[in-house]
Nanobody
């Protein structure tokens, strides 16, 4: 069992930056696939980025955030980060951290955090 807790959300102006954190407890996530998703009001949850923690930190990004967002892992702290730069109003959403033992890109996730609100003002 893995428990995930996100933090770092808030209000930022367009063009600004935020860094989200997701701390995992329960067990080390060194062999997990980790991801960030987001859900805007009235919309379905969408994929943002995922990373493998077992093979050099390879990652893949949604086209909408590529070149603006960056995912990183601190295994010593059992924490995964989402650095968000050049933010846009359309990035406004609740952001969720997720983890799963299945080592296949795009596979469903078993563990989810409670989410953190990110609001980008124009």
């Amino acid at each position: 069992q893995v428990q995930l807790v996100e933090s770092g959300g808030g209000l930022v102006q367009a063009g600004g930056s935020l860094r989200l954190s997701c701390v995992a407890s329960g067990r080390s996530f060194k062999s997990y696939r980790l991801g960030w998703f987001r859900q805007a009001p009235g919309k379905e949850r969408e994929f943002v980025v995922e990373v493998d923690s077992w093979n050099g930190g390879n990652s893949r990004y949604a086209n909408s955030v590529k070149d603006r967002f960056s995912i990183s892992i601190d295994n010593a702290k059992n924490t995964v980060y989402l650095q968000m730069n050049s933010m846009k109003p359309e990035d406004t959403a609740v952001y969720y951290c997720a983890a799963d033992r299945t080592l296949r890109w795009g596979a469903p996730y078993s563990y989810w955090g409670q989410g953190t609100q990110v609001t980008v003002s124009s």
